[in-house]
């Protein structure tokens, strides 16, 4: 036996022991002799091994064995065996595992909470856009997007209501110009259809002067007296009509900015366009048939705008007409059916050159003609259509190549709410 001092050995034992893990201790001579060991049964199996020089440790049932030689002055003189027990380290690990497992669940979670809000963050204000872009393209004018943000959403905010307050301008002045272009095809109609009235006028007013020249004052008797108060009543009636025709050109040529909408009868302003388009259709040879509702068909409209419409309407039908023929216009109101509202449609229905099939689709769009240059801008129906999606319309046609050609209208009839009539008629009320 070479180990001598057997108690301090023991000791040593005695100081591991208080390690929890320690599942054995084994101190053998270099004859594999025992010399000392705390639960031997544990770690006998290792004595077993052919050992090495060196430190070796290897695990094996849930134990960490290292076998370590114990020199004395440079010679192996017996080695220790040691075995620690792993299932703690285990349990720990494995609660370690469930730990890391939840915090990772818990991160993933919250990852995806604040991937949701930022994305809702992120992604309300382009759904926003998207949203003004796509009633811009249906033809909406006045859309403005509602985003204070300083950041690239909200400059992309400021850049996209600032092309719309430029497109609404451009499209006023277009409707200004197309107007325009309108005024001067009817100027020739309008000079026409005021020399008549004027006419009167001159010849009335000639007759009285000449009367009067000839008979003194004092001789007149009451039979003059009544011819000239004809005269005056002529000349009275003449100007009014002359003034009806100028005040309505006058009106319809006026540029506003301001598009308000009034209750209205689409009636009267049918009358009132026909005014001073009516000669125009007589130098053309067009004979102008209507049919119109006899009660009247109120819609919520701007009168002007409208008038609009219907003077570019007549006035293709008119140059379709070369020739001469028939232009129907017919009005009445329609139920409501499925997903369309109860509505006023107006018909223009002409017997001119027609629309061939492939120009169907294209007559509403801009700067499309098949007019000479000067005497069709391809504004008038582009135009019509914008005002009448304004009036939450449609405007649909239809045609025969050689048979004419049909312009329907439908405005949604005005029904009043009852709440902001209320509003209204307190409103009158308080002013009274
Ligand atoms: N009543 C009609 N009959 C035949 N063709 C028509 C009629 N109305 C419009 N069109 C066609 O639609 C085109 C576009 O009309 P519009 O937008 O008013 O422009 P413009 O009258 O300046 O050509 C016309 O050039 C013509 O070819
Ligand atoms: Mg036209």
Known sequence: MEFEDLQSAKEAIEGAK????LSYIIICDSKDKV???????????????????KTESFIDQEKLNVLTPIFSQKREIGYLAVGLSLSDLKREVAGNLRITFLVSIIIII????????????????????????????????????ELETEDEIGILAKAFNQMTDDLKNSREQLIQQEKMASVGQLAAGVAHELNNPLGGILGYSQFALEKITKKPLKDLTGDDIDTYTQYLKDIEHQSQRCKTIVQNLLKFARSSNKVAFDPLDLNSVLKDTLVFIHHQMEMGKVELITNLDQSPLKVMGNSNQLQQVFTNIIL????????????????????KEDNLPERVEIVFADTGCGIP??????????????????????LGLPVSYGIIKDHKGEILVESQLGKGAKFILWIPVLTIDKRSEAKRVKKVLKNV
Do not use: C, H, W
């Not at 208080?18 to 893990?21: E, G, L, S, W």
């Not at 909470?113 to 872009?133: C, D, G, N, R, W």
């Not at 294209?362 to 801008?377: I, Q």
């Open 110 to 145: 919250l990852g995806i909470l604040i991937a949701t809000y930022l994305s809702k963050i992120l992604s309300e204000p382009i759904l926003k856009l998207t949203e003004a872009v796509r009633r811009l393209s249906s033809g909406e004018a006045e859309i403005k997007v």
């Open 35 to 53: 010399f000392a060991s705390y639960k031997f049964e544990e770690g006998k199996k290792v004595l077993k091994r052919t050992r090495t020089e």
């Open 316 to 335: 293709n039908a008119i140059q379709a007409m070369p020739d001469g023929g028939e232009l129907i216009i017919s009005t009445r109101k329609i139920e």
């Open 18 to 21: 208080q390690n929890k893990d």
């Open 357 to 378: 099939q492939d120009n169907l689709n294209k007559v509403f769009e801009p700067f499309f003609t098949t007019k000479r240059v000067g005497e069709g801008t391809g």
